[in-house]
């Protein structure tokens, strides 16, 4: 899924609605490094809460994120929890800066843009594979967690 319509959200006689929508989120490259998640997709979960005609969508999802780490460029695979939310206001969302694209346009959440973002927010500095990687020799590119100490060029 990548759009979704606010207005099947059923809510019934209260004024908070959630549902799950699947969510694909392509490949994406942030900070010069790239990036991927488990089956390319995820489960978010989305409550919105009901104000008059203004709308508060909470979404959240856990996935597994793999990339490559900053200093010795192996796979790492890590558990990130990501949260955020979004005000709309008529269909619309609010507080958008002209140079921005609304996430939420006409009562369609862009969800998988909305996912990718809160992600992108949710990522650590530097993806590293353990804090104390010695990443790789800058003489021969070794990786010096395999090596350690030993490696020396003389
Ligand atoms: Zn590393
Ligand atoms: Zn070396």
Redesign the pocket.
């Known amino acids: 899924m990548r759009r979704f319509d606010l207005r099947s959200l059923s809510f019934g006689r209260s004024d908070e609605a959630s549902c799950r929508l699947p969510v694909e989120l392509d490949p994406f490259v942030f900070g010069g490094e790239r990036y991927t998640v488990s089956g390319d997709r995820v489960d978010l979960s989305l409550t919105a809460s009901r104000v008059g005609t203004k709308l508060v969508l909470q979404g959240a999802f856990s996935t597994q994120l793999h990339g490559a780490c900053a200093r010795c460029l192996q796979d790492v695979d890590l558990a990130i929890d990501v949260s955020g939310a979004e005000y709309v206001a008529d269909g619309e969302s609010q507080g958008v800066e002209e140079a921005e694209e609304a996430y939420v346009r006409g009562y369609h959440l862009q969800v998988d843009r909305w996912a990718r973002d809160l992600l992108a927010d949710a990522l650590p500095a530097r993806l590293l594979c353990r804090e104390e990687c010695r990443g790789l ?1 800058p ?2 590119g ?1 990786n010096l967690n395999e090596d350690g100490e030993a ?1 020396v ?1 003389v």
């Open positions: 020799c003489v021969c070794a490696h060029h």
